[in-house]
């Protein structure tokens, strides 16, 4: 589904329909609508059979007007210059919508991670910063793990990082081990994060979460504490989950009579988001295709996984008591699939506002490392719950105030906050 599709045109897509109403400059406009810097590398690693082989690196500064720019590292064999632009713009509005003091980030690597042995995957990590290390840093560009990045990547790359720069420097990567510079919760920050603004939506449109049902697809980090959270947070079901099964090389979905188990699942699920099919089938978990988790009754709807999966294609199999679509994943839902929503009056909750408890908490793990005075779990979940909530009460008030779907609420929230950046440091006036 996602081959047909490209990130970035639809997240300018929708940044131009928000300019538009918005009246903005066209001049400022062109300053949004593309990121302004882009760096492409090519990063040789030594192999453990003796060969050298060449990987393509990525990583794209959309804009930095409130902070540094802060966004994940991906490594997958599908990745392509045009999803790293898409993602660093979103993560300007995610930053922004969270009003968190950061900018827009994103990087890559054109590799599929589980082809790799643990010595070649820390190669690959360590020769990513040496590509990059002059442009990145604690107060310019901060890094964290996205799709096939872990939290032992984030160290291995830290490490280098200090190496390189000749001091340890925690703050230049987030999403790291605990114990190695990392902050408690960052790991269920995503996933509770989405079910923080699924609960607020709940009480907006006054659902009850202990009658609820939600199907999500994806098993990985975010989708794996949305599950739980769905579950134990707000008394609801979760009929499905979905994954990439990397061994038969095709997506699943995994459904049980009275909902499944997000905590059972965790313990037969591997680092990449594979479910055991075995285990799961012995515990008695239906099978299904890939495509079948969007068509589960439910009524509330999390893609978790990946960009492009909720589509003009796939939108109308939807179960009719979808109310709330939650997106987990970033740009899981096409232009034509909003169209939608509008006209069958479907709260969605946008990515960069859905999405946005991973990179609160990477800037609260930022934060600690500075201070070098870490905090305990609850504290960083309390504050993530804030976060979340006053976010999510800014894009349904400016939702309301203005009459707009709640991606053009979001936006212009997010576009109004860079813009006042920009403009308090004199970028708007021609002089900067
Ligand atoms: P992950 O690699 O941990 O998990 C991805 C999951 O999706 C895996 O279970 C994988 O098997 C599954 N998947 C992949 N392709 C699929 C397909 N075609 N059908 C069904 N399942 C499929 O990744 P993640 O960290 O959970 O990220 C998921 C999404 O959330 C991405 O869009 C990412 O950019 C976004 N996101 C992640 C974070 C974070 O903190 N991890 C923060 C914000 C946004």
């Not at 632009?85 to 919508?97: D, E, G, S």
């Not at 134990?232 to 061994?247: F, I, N, Y």
């Not at 995994?254 to 313990?267: A, C, M, N, V």
Request: aromatic share 10%; charged share 25%.
């Amino acid at each position: 589904m996602s081959g047909q599709i490209n990130a970035f045109e639809m997240a300018q897509k929708q940044f131009d329909g928000v300019a538009k109403q918005l009246k903005l400059d066209p001049g400022v406009a062109e300053v949004l609508r593309w990121p302004m810097r882009e760096f492409s590398f090519r990063i040789p690693v030594r192999l453990d059979d003796g060969s050298l082989r060449v990987f393509q690196g990525f990583r794209v500064q959309h804009n930095d007007a409130r902070g540094p720019n802060k966004g994940g590292i991906r490594f997958a064999a599908n990745e392509t210059m045009d999803t790293v632009r898409a993602l660093a713009t979103w993560m300007t509005w995610k930053c922004a919508v969270a009003d968190i003091p950061l900018g827009g980030g994103k990087g890559g690597i054109i590799v599929d991670p589980s082809t790799l042995t643990v010595n070649e995957k820390e190669e690959m990590c360590r020769g990513w910063v040496r590509a990059m290390w002059k442009n990145i840093g604690p107060r310019n560009d901060v890094p964290a793990p996205d799709i096939g990045t872990t939290p032992q990547m984030m160290g291995w790359m830290m490490d280098e990082y200090s190496r390189l720069v000749g001091q340890y420097t925690p703050g230049v990567f987030t999403g790291k081990p605990l114990g190695g510079g990392g902050s408690l919760g960052r790991t269920e920050a995503t996933g509770y994060g989405v079910i923080y603004t699924v609960r607020e939506a709940m009480k907006h449109l006054k659902i009850d979460g202990k009658n609820s049902v939600a199907a999500i697809q994806g098993f990985g980090n975010v989708s794996q504490y949305a599950a739980a959270g769905f579950v134990e947070m707000l008394g609801g079901q979760v009929a499905c989950v979905s994954c990439w099964d990397r061994h038969d090389k095709k997506a699943y979905t995994y459904s049980k009579k009275g909902g499944i188990d997000p905590r059972f699942l965790l313990t037969i699920v591997d680092e990449y988001g594979t479910i055991d099919k075995a285990k799961a089938q012995d515990a008695g978990y239906i099978v299904e295709d890939g495509d079948a988790w969007i068509t589960k009754e439910a009524n509330v709807l999390i893609p978790a996984a990946m960009e492009g999966q909720v589509t003009s294609d796939t939108v109308g199999k939807m179960s009719k008591n979808i109310k709330i679509v939650a997106e987990g994943a970033n740009g899981p839902c096409t232009p034509e699939a909003d169209e939608f929503f509008k006209k069958n009056n479907i709260f969605n909750i946008p990515d960069f506002l859905c999405n946005a408890g991973g990179v609160t908490t990477s800037y609260f793990e930022q934060v600690q490392n500075d201070m070098n005075f870490y905090w305990s779990k609850e504290e960083v979940l309390e504050r993530l719950d804030q976060k979340m909530t006053s976010a999510f009460n800014s894009v349904v008030d400016r939702s309301e105030k203005e009459k707009v779907y709640m991606r053009d609420a979001a936006y212009m929230v997010a576009i109004d906050r860079v813009v006042k950046a920009m403009d308090l440091r004199g970028w708007l006036t021609g002089n900067a």
